[in-house]
């Protein structure tokens, strides 16, 4: 795309630019694609209204674009997701005032797969119960050379399962079988048949060594891990969650990993973010149990082609051929 093109945008706001943590990404082509930006770190829903004034763009992370900011921002015409969730975006509004929305898409496969690894490799060798064992003085005061109170589990020969199976769901799917996993694929829950190479939900519950989610959450999806699916799951089985926290019923997960019904679980998304009213995954100490603060898709890498994504969207907005655009 030609970037020394005069902008055809003159107003452009980024209301949430801290989400992107800019001090290590280059900002240089965001900067020349619209005549002026403000750049905003944060914004309140109280200082929406007079921030989308006369702004023809918008880029926006996680703050919400309802009926009525679009209705109080009359020169809007695109509006750029930091993201590739759109849900903070009332889409059926922008189609009623002929606003475009474009999102970012697969820009962190690569630092989620690596990420989603990381915790099922931590929690396979049984990592955070060994480190205790060192802090503790139990290994330097062993009798032998090794210490076996809590021995890895070998991946190799073991079951993955995953739900969701676009392109993060796949690259997963790459590496487990680079480890010698034996990889399985989750139909829909609510699915009535089964599509050829993928597996009953129920069925794949059962039979995963190793749970990994990478689907939407939607209003079909949400407590997709339910107390009761949980329960299917075999009482070692690791669940891995680094797709969204309303996925998993989360107080069920806690009393599932309690009660030893379950072996492991690695958590990158809680249900409400930030957790600032509490957790019951936050709330509770267990060896089996790691919780990150939704860091999978967050190398300097990704996010330097997720603004780069951004620039990409909004001069091609300005040339009539919008791309990653959604609909209502």
């Known amino acids: 795309m030609n970037l020394s093109a005069t902008p055809k945008m003159l107003h452009g706001v980024v209301l949430d630019l801290d989400t992107l943590h800019p001090q290590d990404l280059d900002l240089s082509k965001l900067d020349r694609c619209v005549t ?3 750049y905003h770190g944060h914004t309140a829903p109280s200082q929406l209204h007079e921030r989308l004034t006369n702004a023809e763009v918008i880029v ?9 900011a679009i209705a109080a ?7 750029c997701v930091a993201a590739t969730g759109v849900n903070n975006i009332d889409l059926v509004a922008c189609h009623e005032h002929n606003i475009t929305v474009c999102n970012c898409r697969n820009y962190g496969t690569a630092s989620v797969v690596q990420h989603t690894f990381s915790l099922i490799l931590a929690l396979a060798n049984q990592l955070p119960a060994n480190q205790k064992l060192i802090d503790s003085q139990k290994w330097q005061n062993a009798a032998q050379f090794c210490l076996l109170n809590h021995p890895p589990q070998q991946l190799a020969g073991k ?7 676009g392109t993060l769901g796949k690259a997963v799917a790459h590496v487990a079988e680079a480890l010698g996993m034996i990889v399985l694929i989750a139909e829909r829950a609510d699915a009535e048949s089964v599509r050829p190479g993928r597996v009953n939900f129920k069925r794949l519950l059962r039979n995963a ?10 209003s079909d999806t949400r407590n997709l891990l339910s107390a009761e ?31 030893n019904k379950l072996g492991g679980a690695g958590v990158d998304v809680l249900s409400y973010e930030p957790p600032n009213n509490g957790n019951d995954l936050l709330d509770t100490q267990l060896d089996n149990l790691i919780v ?5 898709w967050a190398s300097a890498e990704a996010r330097q082609m997720l603004v780069d994504q951004l620039v990409e969207n909004i001069i091609a907005a300005q040339n009539g051929l919008p791309i990653r655009t959604l609909a209502p």
């Open 36 to 38: 002026k930006w403000q």
């Open 60 to 68: 926006t992370n996680k703050v919400v674009i309802d009926a009525a």
């Open 73 to 79: 921002a009359p020169d809007l015409k695109l509006i």
């Open 159 to 165: 079951c993955l399962g995953i739900v969701g199976y």
């Open 209 to 218: 060594d190793v749970l990994s989610l990478h689907c939407p959450l939607t």
């Open 229 to 259: 699916m949980l329960a299917l799951m075999k009482p070692n089985a690791l669940l891995i969650n680094t797709a969204r926290g309303g996925l998993v019923d989360e107080q069920a997960l806690v009393k599932a990993l309690q009660e």
């Open 292 to 296: 990150t603060p939704h860091i999978a």
